[in-house]
C-alpha cells in the first residue's frame, strides 16, 4: 500500500510551496555562509597570513595596470572629491538664496560626515573591491579550484572568504580617512576658491559643526558597511555556477545585493546613532 502526497497529485501545488520556501532557503543559506566566514576569521589569522597580506595589497594598490593609478585608493578619492564638490555648489548657491552663505562651511561638517562619505565609500568598495572579489571567487569555483583546495586539505571558505572579509576590513580604514579628507578639501576649495568666500568665514563655521563625535561613527558606520558589501560579494562568488555567464551574473547580483543592503544598514545605524537627539545645536 502506498500513501501518496497532496503535492504529487496535485503538482499546482507543490509549485506554489516550492515558490514561497526557496526564497527563505537563500536565506538561510547566505545566514549560514555569513556564519561560517565570520568564525572561520580566527583560523585565517593564525594560518593563512601571507594570502591575507596578498589580498590587502591587491585591494589597496590594485593589480596589473590598476597599480599606475593607486587602485581603489585613487577611485573613492576621486569619487569623494566629486560628492565634496556638490556640497559647495549645492551649499553656497541655496543658502545664497536666504542669505546666509556663510553656513556652507556648517553643510560640509554636518552631511559629509554623516551621509555622503560612508555612502560613497561604500558605493566605491561595491563597484571596484566587491565586485572583484566575486569575480574571482566565482572564477575559481567553476574552473574547481575550490574542489581542489578542499581535497588538498585548506579550508576553502577561510582561505577565500574570511580572507577577503578581514582585507576589506582593513583597507576600508585609509580609504575612508582618504574619502573624509579629499570630501572636506573638494568642499573648501569650491567654496573658498570658485565662489570667493573668506577661508576664515568657511573655517569658523567648519569647525564649530565638526563634530569629532560624529566623525567616529561615521567611522564606524563606514567598517559596519565594508564587512556586510564583503560578506555579500563573496557569498554569491563562493555559489557562482554556469560558466562566464554565471559568473557575470553572479557579480550583477552581488552589486546590486550589496548596494541595497548597504543602504539599509546605513539608514538603520543613523537612525540608531542621530534618530532621537540628532547631536546637532545650531549655534555659533
Not at 200 to 219: A, E, I, R
Amino acid at each position: 500500500m502506498t500513501i501518496s502526497r497532496p503535492h504529487s497529485q496535485f503538482p499546482w501545488l507543490k509549485a506554489r510551496f516550492r515558490s514561497v520556501a526557496d526564497p527563505w532557503n537563500r536565506v538561510g543559506m547566505q545566514a549560514k555562509f555569513f556564519g561560517r566566514t565570520l568564525s572561520s576569521i580566527r583560523y585565517t589569522l593564525l594560518h593563512y597570513q601571507v594570502e591575507l597580506i596578498r589580498i590587502i595589497a591587491q585591494m589597496g594598490l590594485g593589480a596589473g595596470a590598476l597599480i599606475i593609478i593607486g587602485g581603489t585608493v585613487a577611485i573613492v578619492g576621486f569619487l569623494t572629491v566629486t560628492t565634496g564638490a556638490l556640497v559647495a555648489v549645492q551649499g553656497y548657491t541655496d543658502f545664497s538664496e536666504i542669505g546666509v552663505e556663510a553656513l556652507t562651511g556648517f553643510a560640509s561638517a554636518f552631511f559629509n560626515v554623516r551621509l555622503i562619505a560612508p555612502a560613497t565609500t561604500a558605493v566605491a568598495l561595491s563597484a571596484t573591491i566587491g565586485a572583484g572579489a566575486t569575480a574571482q571567487l566565482g572564477a575559481m569555483r567553476i574552473n574547481e579550484e575550490v574542489d581542489a583546495l578542499e581535497v588538498m586539505g585548506v579550508r576553502s571558505i577561510a582561505y577565500l572568504a574570511s580572507t577577503r572579509v578581514v582585507a576589506g576590513f582593513l583597507v576600508v580604514i585609509p580609504l575612508y580617512c582618504v574619502g573624509v579628507i579629499a570630501a572636506f578639501w573638494a568642499a573648501k576649495f569650491g567654496t573658498t576658491v570658485l565662489y570667493g568666500q573668506s577661508t576664515g568665514v568657511y573655517d569658523h563655521y567648519f569647525t564649530t559643526f565638526l563634530n569629532p563625535t560624529d566623525l567616529m561613527w561615521s567611522f564606524g558606520q563606514t567598517i559596519a558597511l565594508s564587512v556586510m558589501i564583503m560578506l555579500v560579494h563573496t557569498y554569491y562568488g563562493y555559489t557562482a555556477s554556469g560558466g562566464p555567464a554565471g559568473v557575470g551574473e553572479a557579480v550583477g547580483r552581488a552589486v546590486r545585493t550589496s548596494l541595497i543592503v548597504s543602504a539599509v544598514v546605513l539608514v538603520m545605524l543613523s537612525l540608531a546613532v542621530y534618530g532621537q537627539s540628532g547631536n546637532f545645536n545650531l549655534a555659533g
